[in-house]
């Protein structure tokens, strides 16, 4: 299989690893796939990670993951939308801070009527008169 050495290196420009934060049989199968280390002055992501996944050469095979999943990402047929497909498949929508885009009526309701409290306690309140500070002689 040959691999869109343009395609890892736009991806590994941006990562350390294929998948995830640490190496796994994702960066072993596509390391394999490689073969040879790529040119770095064309690649130099690519070959800053080949050189990289080369010194775990003694713990390949106890690496967790899955060699062939990543293998599809940079397989030199594939589409360019294939990598940003992936990508989008990984990233969850999920809202950590839960704001809702659809507000419940009765809660809007609730909201102006608060509203409009605070605003008469204001308008009725009395503001307080100013303070005057007289300059006082400490001899005297």
Do not use: C
């Not at 991806?11 to 960066?27: I, M």
């Not at 990670?49 to 062939?68: M, R, V």
């Not at 801070?97 to 309701?109: I, K, L, N, R, V």
Request: aromatic share 8%; hydrophobic share 35%.
């Amino acid at each position: 299989m040959s691999l869109d050495l343009k395609a890892l290196n736009q991806h590994l420009s941006t990562r350390s690893y294929v998948e995830g934060y640490t190496p796994s049989q994702a960066d072993v199968g596509v390391y394999t796939s490689v073969g040879s280390a790529p040119d770095a002055g064309q690649y130099p992501h690519a070959a800053r990670w080949y050189k990289h996944i080369a010194s775990y050469a003694q713990e390949h095979e106890t690496l967790p993951g899955d060699k062939e999943a990543s293998l599809k990402l940079f397989a030199a047929g594939a589409s360019g939308a294939a990598a940003p497909a992936a990508a989008a498949e990984e990233e969850e929508d999920i809202d950590l801070f839960g704001s809702d885009d659809e507000e419940d009526p009765e809660a809007e309701a609730e909201k102006q009527r608060r509203l409009d409290e605070y605003n008469e306690k204001k308008k009725n309140k009395v503001k307080p008169v100013a303070k005057v500070r007289l300059n006082v002689d400490p001899d005297f």
